[in-house]
């Protein structure tokens, strides 16, 4: 939220729309389902009815007991308005009794039941006491994040773990506006105190326009790939705010704003015009724009640690394939050699040689057959007995490449300030030893050989560091010092050894973690953010896991002996047995042939259709708010959401459309970003799940999400896209990794093709924004780690990844309690005693941890990939990996003995790839290739992408359901209705010419199923389910 110049306005925030407020506060509208299930009576619910004597307060008792339990709410209403509840509680409980009076019930009567459920639910009211410590939460929330909808599901979370009753809206639009405006006037207050006179005029340049482009502009540019061209750009933008920068570093921590707040007020900064800008309110623009300069140099930095980590891994592999390739040769020349060697000793026992011949004479006809260094080479090798030395010739390739490293390289080692771990680092005094030399412009060959820190070099290496000159003595090669000191550093940055204090991705551990003054209330804070296991005493903790593990440990093997588990596939190899499970099929499928019988329409009709139901359009704000001049036009919003999500690009959409380019061009940059597109994802998203069909998609009766990528292969280079020969051949891509729930993509980022997608997996599950959440969460193995059923499990998640090769994973990695010598000849056994001490003594550190990522200290991928990366083991990982170990192996048991968790999870898994292959078809343009030229035209281009599959998800479930209505109130079976998947497109039509100011084409959904419930097609639906 914004603070306009000159503005006094006091209207309340706009925080949820129409349905989203109905939502929570209308009264439920109930199925015939919800009725039975929320209006049926426990034995206590049923002896506080009987202390009311009539009927009519009897059924109010169970009607506000049934909204409650849906809502955790009470209503006001009379008894007309609820006639369908109403009339199945009669039913139900009263033998059909009449009530002739629809009124409602006296107040104290009311009261008096209220008073009832809340002491049985343990529920309290919000009085004033409780509102005061939820303006407090308001207020505490802002800080972390000035969105109001954040803040209203901060307070939304706290009043449910606190058990409390929800108060009005209004009160909560009226103390998140407080809230905000509370931290708005804390942060320029404390601008006010710090922020110098010096300081203020260089933020202001940011804003001037010079030579045609203003500053701002020219450093929201980010460099487009890795090459010296446009890294050297990027260098320079980080030396003109370099000094600003270091002011951040001072002020920011005065504000005492998380790095997410800093994060989301830098963002504005990208999103917002210098016309923007200059409008807010003076003060709230310098924090926007310190935030800026903090959060744009570190990604400065993780741009260049990037390119410096590509860079030396890529000349590393070219050396390594260089090294192979030079041995081979030599082999090759060696065998031919050799046959001419033996020519040459024949010319020992040649009787045709006179006896008289000088030897002279005899070295001619040898070196004739072999010149005289190559036979002197292969004397020595037959001598010796030496090896070709393969790292050698890697060492050789190097010396060739020494001006492309230095032109790549030495600029970005210049300027990153690389710190390590340890305070005593060798490494760490020839890196200071480099940039000294570098800075004198004197060539590293002109310094003697001893001046060189060399105490970092291994002994094995010196070999190829150094080389004899032709007094022979040991002289070092200076330019492959300086890749060694490059290639260390690249380990050292991969392993969490060697960090950038200046870097977001590549900052120490420890800076990732919350700071100790907050680490003082952890047990407020652990509580407060629902991290309950991490409150609790470890060994009592531990010894309940020992007694389930332990337990499951001996229930497995025994289903297993006795014949109960009829899939396990045992086959016995000698003393050594091995088992197999089953591969596990799944029935729904996409493209249904139900989808088949229903009329064709174009895509934009859909999307007009879905926005007439959830108001999805809305979330479209203007860039300048209300200052604007353009007003939201729908038709174009559609044609630019179209252009975008189908890869085809504003321009081709201009052609091939009825819609003006430039039109397009204006309607983009002022309505779509990222968070205007991620809330009209939400919104579909929530629409969706109100539809009667979704409660029909839950698996095993939980929401059971699942995440994976997609891969895009990327037409244009971009800083992120990198190779892949499995996906992309010799091409570039990226990956788009999205979580799906009950068949709607309720969350999704783009991602690098080198990035491990288990980093992303908490990621994705804890920011998802939607009413949607889950219990249980899948992955393929590609989203497994060593932490990750550990940090699910913390954050109240079920992981249930499915393995490529489970038994192999069993046998290596299933952990008891005990000395794998003290269970008995079973077949599952565990490899190794768990080591309960060392989570014990680092309890406290987990406990950090966890905390850090529940307050998002940092992006939590990042702090997972430092987790979970095998090159540094510290104490505290070891003991996060031991506990997950635990979790681990308590899933392993349960999948080896849970036919239905295995159906679970491949029908989990097969729901993201069915919305994968609708986002394929979406995105069908440009071969699929996409076309996009920074990193930011690619998260929009996924949004889009994923808000156009969403309304065909929304406008099939949307059928299904009116269907589903229809038969039931006729008296119909819908069975099978409930299994058809809403992920179909065979009968939309996405490609063709676009009109989109001809008249609109209105979606008639009681004319659809009219159709439908004429047509065959449900004969076609049963018969398609029952054949699979």
Not at 441 to 448: A, C, I, S, T
Not at 693 to 708: A, G, L, P, R
Not at 887 to 915: C, T, W
């Amino acid at each position: 939220m914004d603070i306009e110049k000159n503005t006094t306005n006091q209207k309340r925030l706009r925080i949820l729309n129409e349905d989203e407020i109905q939502t929570i506060y209308s009264i439920p509208n109930f199925t015939y389902e919800d009725r039975c299930q929320y209006f049926s009576l426990t034995q206590p619910e049923k002896e506080l009815l009987e202390t009311f004597r009539s009927v009519k307060s009897k059924a109010y008792f169970i009607l506000q007991l049934g909204y409650f339990k849906a809502k955790c709410l009470f209503f006001t209403f009379n008894l007309h308005e609820v006639a369908e509840d109403l009339r199945h509680i009669l039913k139900k409980h009263f033998n059909g009794s009449k009530i002739t009076d629809l009124s409602s019930i006296g107040k104290v009567t009311k009261l008096k039941q209220q008073h009832f459920i809340l002491e049985l639910f343990n529920y309290q009211n919000c009085d004033t006491e409780k509102r005061c410590l939820l303006e407090k939460k308001a207020r505490k929330s802002a800080t972390f994040c000035s969105k109001p909808i954040y803040i209203f599901r901060e307070m939304m979370n706290y009043l449910s773990e606190q058990q409390i009753i929800v108060p009005g809206y209004s009160f909560m639009q009226k103390t998140i506006g407080k809230a905000i405006t509370y931290e708005q006037n804390r942060l320029v207050t404390t601008l006010q105190n710090h922020l110098s006179l010096s300081t203020i005029k260089a933020l202001k340049r940011l804003l001037e326009d010079s030579s045609g482009l203003y500053e701002i502009t020219r450093l929201k540019h980010e460099p487009k790939d890795f090459s010296i061209t446009e890294i050297k750009k990027e260098i320079d933008r980080g030396k003109q705010i370099q000094n600003l920068y270091q002011h951040a570093q001072k002020l920011l921590p005065k504000f005492a704003i998380s790095n997410e707040s800093i994060k989301y007020y830098a963002s504005l900064v990208d999103y917002y015009s210098v016309y923007k800008l200059k409008r807010l309110n003076e003060w709230i623009g310098y924090l926007y724009l310190l935030c800026f300069v903090f959060h744009r140099y570190q990604r400065m930095h993780d741009n260049l640690i990037h390119t410096f980590t590509y860079r030396v891994r890529r000349y590393m592999d070219e050396a390594k394939s260089a090294g192979k390739e030079q041995v081979y040769k030599s082999h090759l020349e060696r065998n031919q050699n050799i046959k001419k060697v033996g020519e040459v000793l024949y010319l020992f026992t040649d009787d045709q040689i006179p006896a008289d011949a000088t030897f002279q004479e005899i070295q001619d006809r040898a070196f004739a057959i072999l010149e005289r260094p190559k036979l002197a080479a292969i004397a020595d090798q037959i001598v010796t007995n030496t090896k070709l030395d393969e790292v050698a010739f890697r060492w050789e390739y190097i010396d060739q490449l020494s001006h492309q490293f230095k032109r790549s390289l030495r600029p970005v080692f210049l300027m990153v300030d690389f710190l390590a771990a340890s305070a005593h680092d060798p490494l760490m005094e020839a890196v200071h030893f480099l940039k000294k030399a570098f800075m004198k412009n004197k060539p590293l060959g002109k310094y003697p050989s001893d001046t060189f820190p060399q105490q970092f070099i291994p002994n094995g290496m010196k070999r190829y560091i150094y080389q004899l000159n032709s007094l022979g003595q040991k002289v070092l090669q200076a330019d492959r010092y300086e890749f060694f000191v490059y290639q260390l550093l690249r380990n050292g940055l991969e392993a969490g050894d060697i960090f950038c204090r200046d870097s977001i991705r590549f900052r120490s551990f420890e800076d990732d973690l919350i700071s100790d003054l907050e680490w003082k209330q952890k047990e407020t804070l652990l509580a407060e953010n629902g991290l309950t296991i991490c409150n609790q005493p470890i060994q009592v903790h531990l010894a309940e896991l020992e007694k389930e593990l332990e337990t499951r440990i001996t229930k497995v093997n025994h289903h297993i002996a006795s014949g109960e588990n009829k899939y396990i596939q045992i086959k016995k190899r000698g003393s050594h047995s091995r088992w197999t499970l089953p591969y596990v099929r799944d029935s729904e499928s996409m493209n249904h042939p139900f989808f088949e019988t229903v009329k064709p329409v174009e895509i934009k009709n859909v999307l007009h259709y879905v926005n007439q139901r959830c108001q999805f359009l809305e979330a479209f704000e203007h860039i300048l708010g209300r200052y604007a001049k353009q007003p939201r036009e729908e038709q174009t919003l559609v044609a630019c959401l179209l252009a975008w999500g189908t890869n085809m690009g504003l321009g081709r959409m201009g052609d091939i459309s009825d819609m003006n380019h430039a039109t397009l061009i204006s309607t983009s940059d002022n309505f779509i970003r990222l968070e205007t597109l991620k809330e009209a994802n939400d919104r579909v998203s929530n629409a969706t799940a109100k539809l009667p069909i979704f409660q029909h998609y839950n698996i095993d009766e939980v929401i059971h999400s699942s995440s994976d990528g997609r891969k895009a292969e990327t037409g244009i280079h971009t800083i992120n896209a990198r190779h892949s020969p499995k996906y992309f051949g010799l091409r570039k891509g990226i990956v788009s990794y999205t979580m799906v729930a009950n068949h709607i993509p309720v969350n999704a980022r783009i991602i690098g093709a080198n990035e491990h997608e288990s980093h992303y997996v908490f990621d994705i599950l804890y920011n998802n924004t939607t009413d949607v959440q889950p219990d249980v969460h899948s992955t393929d193995t590609h989203g497994t780690n060593e932490v990750n059923f550990a940090i699910l499990h913390f954050f109240g998640y079920q992981f249930a990844p499915r393995y490529k090769n489970i038994h192999d994973k069993v046998s290596k990695s299933l952990y008891g309690f005990k000395h794998p010598s003290q269970y008995d000849d079973v077949l599952i056994k565990p490899v190794r005693k768990i080591n309960m001490n060392l989570i014990i003594e680092e309890w406290e550190n987990i406990q950090r941890i966890m905390l850090s990522l529940a307050l998002k200290s940092t992006t939590q991928s990042i702090i997972v990939r430092k987790l979970s990366s095998y090159a540094r083991k510290n104490k505290t990982k070891r003991a996060l990996w031991e506990y997950d170990n635990i979790m681990k192996s308590l899933y392993f048991l349960h999948y080896i003995d849970s036919p239905p968790l295995r159906r679970n999870v491949q029908k989990a898994l097969n729901r993201g790839e069915s919305y994968h292959q609708l986002c394929k078809v979406v995105s069908y343009a440009n071969f699929g290739k996409l076309r996009f030229k920074t990193e930011q035209d690619q998260q929009i281009w996924g949004e889009c992408s994923r808000l156009i599959a969403n309304c065909i998800i929304y406008y099939n479930a949307s059928i299904l359901s009116n269907m589903l209505t229809y038969r039931e109130e006729n008296g119909q079976s819908s069975d099978m209705l409930k299994q058809i998947s809403p992920v179909a497109w065979q009968h939309i039509n996405l490609y063709g010419r676009y009109e989109f100011h001809s008249n609109q084409e209105m979606i008639n959904m009681d004319e659809i199923i009219q159709e439908l419930a004429q047509s065959k097609a449900i004969t076609v639906t049963e018969t398609h389910t029952l054949s699979e």
